[in-house]
């Protein structure tokens, strides 16, 4: 059967990680995972304690760094040149200022070429916030998901102590909700749903319902 790329985009804590990481399991495809990306930029400015206001200095420093996305059965392993920061990036110290850094024009192309790059040969599923209207805006299947912000929030406490994070729900909640200002009203490449995407709210659904109505659509797309 032929490959397509898929986009998945979302506002934080929607489940886009989750989902498409076992669509592509699936699929028989490669997931990569974009936010991942520049959260592992966020945690090198932690590092170097690069002010993440600075966009030509962030953009310097992603020169430096080679981000690599290795897949597992639980998602990807992500590595810093040769660091593993899997777990580190997942921190509250880099979801604080992730959005911050990805607001940055220069940063941000420098990222989507890079992304572009790993997509180039299709078979692959991608997950952020611009990836249908900006990484890959000809992406045979866009998908657009969406919850309510409670439910987003109480999915991103209950995954942080399923991996032993110190969370906290209200932190969470408020966090998500800033996060949301900054990416829908950024200047470049905001979050915005592609004209052609597929719209799905999952705040009642189940992972396994969301990833049974992708795949469905996925193969609509596939065999046609």
């Not at 990036?89 to 890079?114: F, G, L």
């Not at 952020?128 to 309510?148: Q, S, Y």
Request: glycine share 4%.
């Amino acid at each position: 059967m032929k490959k397509i790329n898929i986009a998945i985009d979302g506002p934080a804590g929607a489940g886009k990680s989750t989902v498409a990481r076992l669509l592509a399991s699936r699929l028989g495809y490669v997931y990569i995972d974009t936010g991942a990306m520049y959260r592992a930029l966020a945690w090198k400015a932690l590092q170097r304690k690069v002010d993440p206001k600075n966009g030509p200095a962030l953009l310097s420093l992603l020169k430096e760094i080679e981000i690599r996305l290795l897949p597992t059965e639980r998602g990807n392993q992500v590595f810093v040149n040769d660091t593993d920061v899997t777990t580190d990036i997942r921190s509250n110290e880099v979801t604080a200022i992730v959005s911050k850094i990805s607001q940055h024009q220069e940063v941000r192309t420098s990222m989507v070429e890079r992304q572009q790059q790993l997509a180039r040969h299709k078979g692959t599923v991608l997950d952020g916030r611009d990836i249908g209207t900006a990484v890959l805006p000809e992406a045979e299947l866009k998908i657009f998901l969406l919850a309510t912000v409670e439910e987003r929030a109480k999915r991103r406490h209950e995954e942080n102590c399923q991996k032993g994070i110190p969370s906290d729900y209200a932190s969470i909640l408020e966090d998500i909700k800033q996060r949301d200002e900054l990416d829908t009203t950024r200047t470049f490449s905001p979050l915005v749903k592609a004209k052609d995407a597929i719209e799905m709210d999952t705040t009642n659904m189940s992972i396994a319902e969301v990833v049974e109505r992708m795949y469905e659509l996925a193969m609509e797309r596939i065999r046609s």
